[in-house]
């Protein structure tokens, strides 16, 4: 039982926050489609549809494009849940959509206002996490365009059926209809005579056109992006880098920095100096080149990174790396490695937010585990960061090495 707590709990922290994200998101979308589908049924009493023309009367015009934005979140909520980048946006102009019909719409809702501005605001507070780019993502943004065209095509080819010659009157005419209109076909067994139809006719070629283009490139482009990375290993640019950690080194210590940090989900670049032996998986995003060269250091994207870790055998690099980057991003926080205790006094002199020595920290811990004295959050922070501890029996001075 403890075992199964423990795995649900792992599994709860590890969806946070985009698989909350991705439920309310679902939720907000069952909301927008509530009040239309309850009218439908109201108007159908449950039983099959015969007359969708008396149907889109009944339900009005305009709760077409808000059963689109409901059907939209719902597929984005996938995305979401994948952390996909394109589907952060997309679900924003949804919700920006959605709250706009929620006011000024057929089936205004206030409640529903209120949630739809809090979760874009939760969205746009949790912009780091949605980071990735991936085939999937693509997929769900044809999967929504093309079925969007096809909703409005159909039923607006049903709604304007008396417009044509000969008239459209049943769900698989308006279909077939929309097919060849979208495909750009034209057999011309169908077509439009009155001005209406033919505008209409005009906007679903159009629109055609355009979501097919952009559907194959948002396909398309994310696996000729992977091919190219994996090709050119570190030549991609830098725009592409954003909101990651870089790891310069393949210490030990930086494969295992590396491994904890993919399995938490962050994107992680490597920079490792040429024809430096490494155990970096295959589809790691390495950088090859000099660490301390500030070309290389853009190239990885460090400007942008979250945090720049120095973690190489060698102190006297570390120390290089840290210069470079407080030449080219002074602010960005740096974590350094200390190989040999000799030289922790010098590398701090560069101010880094973090100096990190395994072996004095763990000669630290242990004589305190020996000697049965407190280890405690504020000795960890005084190990790692410099700080004072004030609830040890014996206070470090500032100078003493972690």
Known sequence: MNAAARRLRHFAIQIVPHGYLALLIVIDGLMLLRPIAEK????TRGGWIHDWIALIDKVGLLALPQAVIATGLATMAIGIALRARVAWVLSLLLLAAAAFISVWGGYRSIPLFAFTLALAAALLYYWRHFNRTSLAAGTLFAILSIGSLMIYAVFGSLYLGDGFSPPIRNLLTAFYFSIVSMATVGYGDITPHSDTARLFTVSVIVLGITVFATSISAVIGPVIGGKLKHIVKGGISNVSRKNHYLIVGASPLAHNVYAGLRKRGYAVTVIVAPNAPHAYPENADLVIGDSSDTATLHTAGAETAL???ALRADDAENAFVILAIKDLAPKMRTVVLVNDSRNLQRLRLL???????????AGELLARTLNNETIDNDLIEHLLFGKAHAGAASPMPPSAPI
Do not use: G
Not at 40 to 43: E, F, G, Q, V
Not at 351 to 361: A, C, K, R, Y
């Open 40 to 43: 439908a049924l109201r108007h």
């Open 307 to 309: 945090a720049v870790l």
């Open 351 to 361: 101010q880094p937010d973090m100096v990190f020595s395994p072996q004095l920290l």
